[in-house]
């Protein structure tokens, strides 16, 4: 219940950000016009942090696959969605026990920067492309 009242706001407005309206006046006649965001920053914070991924200065960048950011800089259009909540759970399972007793470079690259447990399943969309994060080049 506690979580669920802290996160609302944030998913709210997170959906409200996506799409807006704005109506203007051209001519005597009102128009409108609508604003689709298909991903901000934000979004991409929020979508790290519910799923558990390291903060944006990881080597692993994209929400929905496993892309590490010399491969995103590299193809800005096409990959395809591998990440799934249950994955991320597994994967943090494997950072939280390290079974093979690896180091920690090793570790993170076998969790493909999943750090913290994921505590949200987000629904993937097109918000993670490549193209989208600007960080990635």
Known sequence: ETLTAILSPLIAEREAMKSSELMLEMGGIARTFKF???GTGYDEKLVREVEGLEASGSVYICTLCDATRLEASQNLVFHSITRSHAENLQRYEVWRSNPYHESVEELRDRVKGVSAKPFIETV?????LHCDIGNAA
């Open 124 to 128: 993937p969309s097109i918000d993670a």
């Open 36 to 38: 689709i965001f298909r």
